[in-house]
């Protein structure tokens, strides 16, 4: 698997992303699968993550602990337990965590960072399929 750079200047590199969801849409089982892969870091290789969902209200406050140990600064807010994981991740080739939209008290501002790239996993109606889509800059983060 690949991710591949938009050649278009207004996206973001594809190196920080995101996955937005809802429940019931397949992304754990996307997450899963980008989890096989060694250029792709996840909060589940650094953390007992088993969802990869970074901001989970029951146990944001553990990740932002072990990433505050992990980067050696204070992690006090979603903003930063999530700039501390793109950081502890800087060296590889992609990073990413998943994430539902109401885990973020402005949803629309963090869908318009500028840095990460979002994919929507969102779930069809027509015979359950799933569907994961890239995007970017938009506030509902799914086209």
């Given amino acids: 698997m690949q991710l591949v750079q938009s ?20 992304s754990t089982a996307l997450m899963n699968y980008l989890g096989k892969f060694t250029d792709i870091a996840l ?7 088993v969802d990869n969902e970074l901001l989970h209200p029951r146990m944001a406050a553990q990740y932002a602990d072990t990433y505050a140990r992990l980067c050696s600064f ?6 930063e337990l999530i700039e501390c994981f793109y950081r502890h991740h800087a060296a590889s080739a992609y990073a990413g965590f ?7 008290p402005d949803f629309e501002v963090f869908c318009l ?3 990460i790239r979002f994919m929507a996993s ?8 799933v569907g994961v889509r890239s995007g970017t800059r938009q506030p509902a983060c799914a086209r």
């Fill in 74 to 79: 204070p992690v006090r807010t979603r903003d």
């Fill in 43 to 49: 909060p589940c290789k650094d953390v007992d993550c």
């Fill in 7 to 26: 050649a278009t200047s207004s996206r973001p590199d594809a190196r920080r992303f995101c996955v937005m969801t809802v429940g019931r849409s397949g």
């Fill in 113 to 115: 960072r500028p840095d």
């Fill in 98 to 104: 998943k994430s539902m939209p109401n885990r973020h």
């Fill in 122 to 129: 969102i779930w069809r109606a027509s015979a359950g399929a």
